[in-house]
């Protein structure tokens, strides 16, 4: 069983961070488009690639409010939203961490203070700033780094504690007059959502990469140019090969597969091992392996050459036999 005491504390942090993350994206775009051109004497202009991109990065936001609502009015019991979720934070670690290394980079550099010169204090753009002026001005970036690194860590934990009291659904079967259960597998409409939300998370995955590494190379050499001969579909498998290795290796699960309420196990019905996850993984890149879903055995090439299954889990009080 889970200490309630656990769900409380990150349900209580998550809340916090949740509506610093919305607040942030309302007050952000007011002050960034309305504000500061209005204190510098110009006329608003609003950058809609800009605008889009700040508004897709609230769609997580939002499903995370959603899950947390739903969470804790269900008195801690339906977690699949929350899970997804913290799922998602969980396998942008590497990304999320490089933009706070990227952003700490610049901030100790001359680089940033002559950004922030000409960005902010564009009178003063050749003067040095002082030590107070500095402040000011950092103090609001350093406060979205604080709450990606406790959102992070928040997430990784809750992860693991939400996860860890799953257990298999089971299914009476008879067979030559003997009856046992068997795991109940995953419904071939079930694994193409899967497939589905985890392709829509690869790409965005990818993107993030995309810019994370523009933004380094552009701070580096000032252009990106030759950033551009980047070959994107090498981008995307490379992603699409961390993602499955990464979350399946750690967790047994996708993001997809905590909405379905699902996971990755082995034919005992146990977590796979690090060699099976890399071989399913592998596998994954077999022409036609994607079209699982119209398979009626309801496994892929992926499945059945690394013995693995994609089975429905439940809380254990909630445990069926059916």
């Not at 680089?111 to 564009?122: A, D, M, N, R």
């Not at 996850?277 to 077999?286: A, D, E, H, V």
């Not at 090439?301 to 089975?311: E, F, G, L, P, Q």
Request: charged fraction near 15%.
């Amino acid at each position: 069983m889970r200490s309630k005491n656990s769900e409380t504390t990150i349900s209580i942090i998550l809340a916090l961070i949740l509506v610093y993350y919305f607040n942030s994206y309302i007050f952000g775009t007011l002050f960034n488009y309305i504000l500061i051109p209005y204190l510098l004497h110009k006329q608003p202009q609003l950058n809609f690639h800009n605008l889009l991109f700040s508004t897709l990065n609230q769609i997580p936001i939002v499903i995370g409010i959603i899950g947390l609502i739903v969470f804790v009015k269900s008195k801690y019991k339906k977690n699949n939203i929350l899970r997804f979720y913290m799922a998602f934070i969980v396998v942008m670690t590497p990304i999320d961490l490089g933009w706070v290394f990227y952003l700490i980079n610049r901030i100790v550099s001359n680089q940033f203070q002559s950004s922030i010169t000409s960005e902010f204090l564009p009178v003063a753009h050749h003067a040095n700033l002082t030590t107070n002026q500095i402040f000011i001005i950092l103090a609001p970036r350093l406060i979205p780094l604080s709450s990606t690194i406790i959102n992070t860590v928040v997430c990784w934990y809750g992860l693991f504690i939400l996860s860890k009291n799953k257990a298999l659904v089971l299914q009476d079967t008879e067979q030559d007059g003997k009856n046992f259960y068997l795991m109940r597998v995953l419904k071939p409409i079930q694994r193409f959502f899967n497939q589905t939300i985890d392709l829509i998370l690869i790409i965005y995955l990818t993107l993030s990469v995309t810019n994370l590494v523009k933004a380094i190379y552009i701070s580096k050499k000032g252009t990106a140019e030759s950033l551009f001969e980047i070959d994107s579909l090498t981008s995307f498998l490379l992603v699409f090969f961390y993602y499955y290795l990464f979350m399946e290796g750690i967790f047994g699960f996708t993001a997809a597969k905590c909405i379905t309420s699902s996971m990755v196990v082995t034919e005992a019905g146990e977590k796979p091992g690090f060699l099976q996850i890399l071989g399913r993984t592998i596998c994954r890149f077999i022409p036609m392996d994607a079209l699982i879903f119209l398979d009626k055995k309801q496994r892929g090439w992926h499945d059945a050459i690394s013995n693995t299954y994609v089975v429905e889990v439940v809380e254990a009080e909630e445990q069926e036999f059916d």
